[in-house]
C-alpha cells in the first residue's frame, strides 16, 4: 500500500512487518516531522476493527458477507462494508445500480461482492452529477488509474456512521454506478481525504492513521484494525525509520 502526496506537506511513512504470516502494520502521518506523531493526551484515536463483515439487508437489497471496515450511512441506516482507500481522498461506495448492470451473478452474489450496496433513492441524502467545476477534494489517481468500466457520475452529501458512536452528518461521498474489475467500496485516505479532515476538525485527531492489515491466512487468520488519528503501541518495535515523502506522484 502507498502514500500520494504533493510538495505542500511531507509525511512519515513507518512499516512494521509482524511475526503472523501475511500480516503488515503501516502507519501514515501528515504533517509529522517524525513517528510517532505527538497526540495529546486528552484526545482518544478512533479504532475501527478491520475483519469479517455483514451488512444487512435493506430495501430490496440483500445482505453480504465481507470483509472490510463496519460502516453505516444514510438515513434509515444502511450497513456497508468497506476497505481503508490511500488511492483516493474521497469515499467511493457501490450502489445497487452496479448489480442491476451486471448479468454474470445473481443480485445476492454480487452485493456480498461489493461489501453491500448504497440504495441512494431510500438513503435520505441529496445527490448530483460530479462536475469538474465542483469535483472537491479531486480524485487524479482515480480519474488516471480507472479505466471507463468503473462507473462513477454521482455525488452525494449523508450521514456516515462508524463505531463507537461516531457520526460525521453531511458528509460527502461519490458513487460507484458500474463497472465489473472491483469489489468493495473505497474508505478514502489519502492526502486531501474529507474523513481525515472531519475528524481533525470537530474531534481534534491528528490526520494520520495507522493500518494493521490483519492476516487471512487458513492457517493463522486474525483480525486488523484501522487506527484513525493515532496508532497502536503494542505494535511498535525497537526500530524506527522515518522517510520524507514529496511529490509522490503514479505513472
Known amino acids: 500500500m502507498g502514500f500520494y502526496t504533493d510538495t505542500s506537506f511531507t509525511s512519515a511513512l513507518f512499516v512494521v512487518a509482524t511475526l503472523i504470516a501475511f500480516s503488515t502494520t503501516l502507519v501514515l502521518a501528515k504533517k509529522c516531522p517524525s513517528f510517532p506523531p505527538n497526540i495529546p493526551p486528552n484526545i482518544t484515536p478512533l479504532a475501527l476493527a478491520l475483519a469479517n463483515c455483514t451488512a444487512l439487508p435493506h430495501d430490496n437489497v440483500p ?35 452496479v448489480c442491476s448492470r451486471d448479468q454474470t451473478t445473481s443480485l ?12 441512494m433513492a431510500s438513503s435520505g441524502a441529496s445527490f448530483s452529477s460530479i462536475s469538474e467545476v465542483d469535483d472537491h477534494p479531486p480524485d487524479v489517481n ?22 463507537s458512536e461516531v457520526s460525521l452528518p453531511n458528509f460527502r461521498i461519490k458513487t460507484i454506478e458500474g463497472g465489473q474489475r472491483h469489489n468493495v467500496g473505497h474508505f478514502g485516505l489519502s492526502q486531501s ?17 495507522a493500518l494493521d492489515a490483519g492476516s487471512q491466512s487458513s492457517s493463522h487468520p486474525r483480525d486488523g484494525h484501522l487506527i484513525l488519528g493515532g ?10 525509520k522515518n522517510f520524507t515523502l ?6
Not at 108 to 119: D, F, I, N, Q, Y
Not at 232 to 239: E, L, V
Request: hydrophobic fraction near 35%; aromatic fraction near 10%; charged fraction near 15%.
Open 142 to 163: 482515480w480519474v488516471l488509474h480507472i479505466d471507463e468500466t468503473y462507473e462513477y457520475t454521482q455525488k452525494g452529501n449523508i450521514t456516515l456512521s462508524l463505531p
Open 108 to 119: 445476492a452474489t454480487c452485493a456480498s461482492r461489493r461489501g453491500g450496496l448504497l440504495e
Open 193 to 209: 481525504s474529507p474523513v481525515l479532515q472531519r475528524l481533525f476538525d470537530e474531534r481534534g485527531l491528528v490526520k494520520g492513521f
Open 63 to 97: 445482505g453480504a458477507n465481507s470483509w472490510g471496515i463496519a460502516i453505516n450511512v444514510g438515513s434509515p441506516l444502511q450497513d456497508l462494508c468497506m476497505l481503508p482507500s490511500t488511492f483516493t481522498n474521497n469515499t467511493f461506495i457501490p450502489t445497487v445500480e
Open 246 to 251: 514529496t511529490n509522490i506522484q503514479l505513472t
Open 231 to 240: 496508532y497502536d503501541p503494542r505494535k511498535m518495535g525497537a526500530f524506527i
